[in-house]
Structure formats: structure tokens, C-alpha cells
């Protein structure tokens, strides 16, 4: 099973492409299309390691972003 159809599978399972969900099912899709472009840039364990922890920082800070003086 490759990285898009566990994500299709595990989303299923957690009930979040379900119209009753959040955002109607929106939240799931939109990390399937998440998925859909990271599995397509055809990453190895490192790249892929190094592009989800960057992604997750900059994130972060965009969500929280730090005072500044």
C-alpha cells in the first residue's frame, strides 16, 4: 500500500471525508490532496523526513507567529 491509498484508507477510519464530519467531509479531501502532491514529488525517507518538518515549522509559526520587538 503506497503513502496516498493509507491516507485514503486511515481518513476513511476516521470518519473525516464523511459529509457529517467537519467542513463536510472538506478537512479529509483536503489532506488527500496534501497527500496526492507529496507522494508525487517522489520523495525518499530523508527528503521526505526534512520537507514534513519544515512544512510542520512553518506552519507553526504562521499559526503562532512570535512578537516581535
Known sequence: ???HEY???RLKELGVLDKD???NGSIGK???Q???VFSKQGH???SAE???DLFN???SEWKSPKQKA
Do not use: A, E, P
Open 57 to 59: 515549522q512553518l506552519m
Open 44 to 46: 525518499s525517507g530523508t
Open 50 to 52: 526534512i520537507t514534513i
Open 30 to 32: 483536503w489532506v488527500r
Open 21 to 23: 464530519s467537519d467542513y
Open 7 to 9: 491516507f485514503k484508507k
Open 34 to 36: 496534501l497527500s496526492s
Open 1 to 3: 500500500m503506497n503513502r
